[in-house]
């Protein structure tokens, strides 16, 4: 039924199964954002400390964890999530996107279950922790590849961002499941209702995905195209239609690009890595998609995430999870607009300005909390708090949804998932830094580690206006036609259009409006195949169509 229903955007047909498809993957944002969330909150409760504790501390007059062990703690989760964003490129390919994604559902659970059957040996935690993080690191590569092989190119971006919106999600929520078992934190119920509410969130992912279509692009590469053509008709809303020119006009691109990839390479792993004229800067855009996610963490956001309540409380904050709170709710309200930021401002100007209004706010934030004692001097604790509100404010309209975005639109089909899960896995690999050297960091430079993030904030903004090209409005066929044209520059990007186009603007008012109200048996007479030079001629015009 929903497979013939649909809704014009930019005079295009979005079925309402896309819709359905982006809101049902970003549940595995959720997941990332809810364990990333939980772990601060949890370190702090007294029964968590009592059994995994390691050392007994006089002025707490209880456990604590010695900075090493809370290192290992927080961030194996993160060795867990890059072996499995490596292995997702293997089962998404094998199984499809669908199953990989409901097997990484699968093991999220079995590392759950470990954790909440922990006694009092931290090492028995800390297993659980790797555990899940194979099932949230398979879920951060197939999520966004997935949501951008299906997503109609005039919600892609919005789509893909929801991935970063419903992290945002999750760690709110978790801040405030922290929020209220903190009166029981003398009881092991308070972390393991915090744990095993993570299982019942991860359930509507792995059985609703299943549910959903695969993705046409999956399919069409196992030459399976009758089913990748009622997959488009389904995403487009026009299941009634299979034949019609619109999804008989995505199909023809996605074959035409298929069998012109399929004559450059086979799609191996060492395809990522290739310097060949002929394969459109491959080894750049695995370059460019690892180090614009290992720069995501290196923002310096997950030092607010896992440490946030750590932080503030060393600060002289009376109740730092409340503050986690506040940081949570800038995060998601922030990440709302950023569904805005990505389609009216495309993706290079606000990385860019983003990682500079990021590093102004860092530097504030280290420069009070290196020349006062926030500790002794409230009004300093409190520029702290705000200079952190508006870091979080501005990753999260900026670095913390595009990331996502760029990942799912910069990779040719063939390599997709191999390069996707190399870029997800420098993410958890900067993750895992994060995660590990912010214990030790806070114990020996203390807040001055701001200035680290200051400058890597700066190094994201250079990075991205010499190497990234603009890819809004754009198919993701289209986007790697740009990535091959000689002698375009990342900075001049924004002007290149696809052949037959006066403006990328015309191809969403114009030419997609005008196949949407022509799809249709009759329309179906009068189209012609897909020439293979970028043009689709309709109803005697030149046009050209994409998801």
Known sequence: MLGKK???????????????????????????????????????????????????????????????????????????????????????????????????????IVGNIIQITSMNTWVHMMMGRLVAGLGVGNLSVGVPMFQSECSPREIRGAVVASYQLMITIGILVSNIINYGVRNIEESDASWRIVIGLGIAFSLPLGLGILIVPESPRWLAAQGRWDQARMSFARLRGLKHDPNGALVESDLSEMKA?????????????????????????????????????????????????????????????????????????????????????????????????????????LLIFA???????????????????????????????????????????????????????????GNWFGNFLIGFLTPLAADGISYAYGFVFFATNAIAGIVVYFFLYESRTLSLENVDMMYGVEGLKPWNSTHWVPPGYVTRKQRDEAALRKMSHSAGPAAEKKSEPFNGSGDLTVAGEEHQEHV
């Open 367 to 425: 420069s009070v909390g290196t020349a006062l004692d926030p500790e002794n001097n409230r009004t300093s604790g409190v520029v702290m708090i705000v200079a952190a509100c508006m870091f979080i404010a501005s990753f999260a309209g900026t670095w913390g949804p595009l990331a996502w975005v760029v990942i799912g639109e910069t990779f040719p089909l063939r390599t997709r998932a191999k390069q996707a899960s190399l870029a997800t896995a």
């Open 257 to 361: 690009i298929l069998e012109k990839e399929r004559q450059v390479g086979t799609g191996s792993w060492a395809e990522c890595f290739h310097w060949n004229s002929n394969i459109p800067k491959l080894f750049w855009r695995t370059a460019l998609g690892v180090g614009i996610h290992f720069l995501q963490q290196w923002t310096g956001v997950n030092y607010f995430f896992y440490y946030g309540a750590t932080i503030f409380q060393s600060a002289g904050i009376d109740d730092p999870i409340q503050t986690q709170l506040i940081l949570g709710a800038v995060n998601v309200f922030m990440t709302l607009y950023g569904l805005y930021v990505v389609e009216k401002y495309g993706r290079r100007w606000p990385l860019i300005i983003g990682a500079a209004w990021q590093a102004i706010w």
């Open 6 to 108: 649909s809704i014009k955007i930019n005079g295009a047909d979005c079925g309402f199964e896309a819709l359905l498809l982006g809101a049902t993957t970003s549940i595995g944002g959720f997941l990332f954002g809810y364990d990333t969330g939980q772990i601060s909150g949890m370190l702090l409760f007294k029964d968590f400390k009592e059994r995994f504790g390691t050392r007994y501390d006089e002025e707490e007059g209880g456990m604590v964890f010695v900075p090493i062990l809370q290192a290992l703690l927080v961030s194996l989760m993160s060795i867990g999530c890059l072996i499995g964003a490596l292995s997702g490129a293997y089962t998404a390919d094998w199984w499809g996107r669908r199953k990989s994604m409901s097997f990484g559902v699968a093991i999220f």
